[in-house]
């Protein structure tokens, strides 16, 4: 009686699996000890996400990037709206940047052209305009703040090469509200993204990142790569996406503070050679002032050459990156406070932001 419970109980875990295939049970009550007894069994799949796939999957597109006649790259997108003549496609601002031509590769093979509405360098994003007749599906826009760690997640896009396009990869959230250094064009800033497991690599940029429901949660951006870095892969959380997405289908900049100042991260400073400046032992992180412009936001609030700003609003600066992402995330029109040390004294500023990127001073 107990073989036949545990025999019936290795069927209800194998159906829960959701796998098809021929079982082997051991039969216990053979004279040699236990031999292998065949039956077949069939099993249905439970945890397929297919019709997940189903709903975003034709409104994924291969984004190819032209300049002078030549294709220089290619990335993921996929369409967001459809309004009017028109459908809206959403990418990375890298999948486009400098390009003088723009095309689309449908799911079914197609290629069409596309034009670029707006694009912002900080966000990595970029919006383009397709014929409407020619969109086969609308993605469905989710909510990255529902989600949590653990979540099932998939990506949708073209990795390595366009022979893979519509590549489909699955895995987990792995982190939420994650800040990440970036690097483009020689400047650094930071970013807070959604981390994957799923596999994305090269080609992959621009496409959406989905939940298990069908709808779009981000925007793969990033992947670590090094040899000993296995599986960590970075998304635009959709909301940062969407919270400007008027203003980038308008062509309009992205409003973002300057303060008119140059900085030096503090752990750069020994490589510089900067000498002229004594710090604190107790100082661990931060920016210095190298200069202030005349007429700038920082002149303005005091800011002088060799300030340490250890603070804005309380929260501790980790480097210049980091200065810019709590920065950006205020108006114009905001006023901050800047905790600074000058000549081994802590003291607050009030930083009024009037002053905008592109802004002359």
Do not use: C, W
């Not at 896009?157 to 970036?182: F, L, Q």
């Amino acid at each position: 009686m107990r073989e036949r419970i545990v025999n019936i109980v290795i069927i209800l875990i194998v159906l829960a699996l959701g796998v098809t295939g021929t079982l082997y049970f051991v039969n216990n009550n053979s004279s040699d000890g236990g031999s292998l007894v065949k039956k077949n069994v069939t099993i249905t799949s439970n945890d397929s996400i297919n019709e997940s796939i189903d709903k975003v999957y034709d409104s994924v597109v291969v984004v190819s990037n032209y300049q002078n006649g030549r294709l220089v790259g290619y990335g993921s997108g996929f369409v967001y709206k459809k309004e009017g003549r028109y459908g809206y496609v959403l990418t990375n601002n890298h999948v486009v940047e400098n390009a003088d031509e723009v095309k689309l590769t449908l799911s079914s093979g197609e290629e069409v052209d596309a034009k670029v509405l707006g694009t912002d360098a900080y966000m990595d994003i970029a919006v383009l305009r397709m014929d409407g007749d020619n969109v086969l599906q609308v993605a469905e826009i989710g909510d990255s703040t529902e989600s949590k760690i653990g979540d099932t997640v998939f990506t949708v896009g073209t990795p390595v090469s366009t022979d893979y396009a519509g590549t489909v990869t699955k895995g987990i959230i792995s982190g939420e509200n994650r800040e990440i250094t970036v690097t483009n064009n020689g400047s650094s800033y930071m970013m807070e993204a959604i981390q994957i497991d799923a596999s994305i690599n090269p080609g992959n940029s621009g496409g959406p990142l989905v939940n298990i429901n069908g709808q779009v949660i981000g925007i793969n951006s990033v992947k670590l790569v090094e040899s000993s870095i296995e599986g960590m892969g970075f998304a635009i959380p959709i909301e940062v996406a969407m919270s400007q997405i008027d203003k980038l289908e308008n062509g309009e900049p992205i409003e973002r503070p300057v303060i008119g100042v140059t900085l030096y991260d503090l752990d750069s400073l020994p490589l510089l050679g900067y000498g002229d400046l004594r710090i604190d032992d107790n100082i661990k992180s931060g920016v210095v002032v190298d200069s202030v412009q005349s007429g700038s936001d920082g002149e303005a609030a005091g800011l002088k050459r060799n300030d340490i700003i250890t603070k804005i609003d309380g929260t501790t600066i980790k480097n210049s990156a980091h200065l810019k992402y709590l920065l950006y995330k205020h108006n114009i029109g905001d006023s901050v406070k800047l905790t600074i040390v000058r000549d081994g004294k802590e003291r607050e500023l009030t930083l009024k932001l009037t002053h905008q990127i592109g802004d002359s001073e």
